[in-house]
């Protein structure tokens, strides 16, 4: 069970999932508009938030930029628009998942309780320490050689995605499902947009790894350069 804020300007899916989600044992509060939403984000603190992009008052992504400002309440976009390049800006922004319009209601409440299974295993651990690299999950701080690194959210889901098996190699199927909550596949260029980006923060290439090493076919792990 998990209290979900719902906006959704639609009056009849608004309707709809509010009574599906609740039959699924969630409490529900639906909401129509934006800014009615960031609010209700900052007083009422729900437990994950569906955020529909298409507002009338407002575009979803300033209300995504909203929520970000004052609240890590997980949010999950709801969109008709299915190209790579705007789910990966959506994703980049501060939302933790989508799904794409026409949905079930089945599949919504699979990505709530899915969303909220990565945060509680996120909450749970400790500090992780490879070679000169430094995650810290609870802060979401990274540092190398003792220098702060800036990463995004998504990149920092990734690479503590990829610490929690440390020297093991990760499936881009694996990360997708842990990461981006798409058990499915289908966004390996995701994935791979992301590690390079993340290695450049890193301080390393693809030819010259450091700490992710791709296994071509495979995967990518994360692993303490030789030495220490």
Known sequence: ????????DDDAIR????????????????????????AAVAR???????????????DGRDVLAMVRAVSDVPVIVTTARDDDASMVRLLDAGADDYVIKPFSSA???????????????????EVVS???LEIDPRSREVTVDGKPVDLTRKEFDLL????RRP?????????????WGLPWGGGDRTVDVHLS????????????????????????KLAAPEGG
Do not use: C
Request: no cysteine; aromatic share 2%.
């Open 1 to 8: 069970m998990a209290r979900v804020l719902l906006v959704e």
């Open 15 to 38: 309707t709809s999932l509010s009574k599906a989600l609740t039959a699924a044992g969630h409490v529900v509060t639906a909401l129509a508009g934006g800014a009615e939403g960031v």
């Open 44 to 58: 009422d603190r729900p437990d994950v938030l569906l955020l529909d992009l298409g507002l009338p008052d407002l």
């Open 107 to 125: 599949q919504l409440d699979a990505r709530i309780r899915a969303v909220l299974r990565r945060l509680g295993t996120d909450q749970q651990h």
């Open 130 to 132: 490879l070679g000169a």
């Open 160 to 163: 503590l995605a990829l610490s």
């Open 167 to 179: 020297g093991a190699v990760v499936t881009k199927r694996e990360l997708l499902a842990e990461v």
């Open 197 to 220: 980006w993340l290695r450049r923060k890193l301080g390393e290439t693809a030819a010259h790894p450091r700490y992710l090493h791709s296994v071509r076919g495979v995967g990518v």
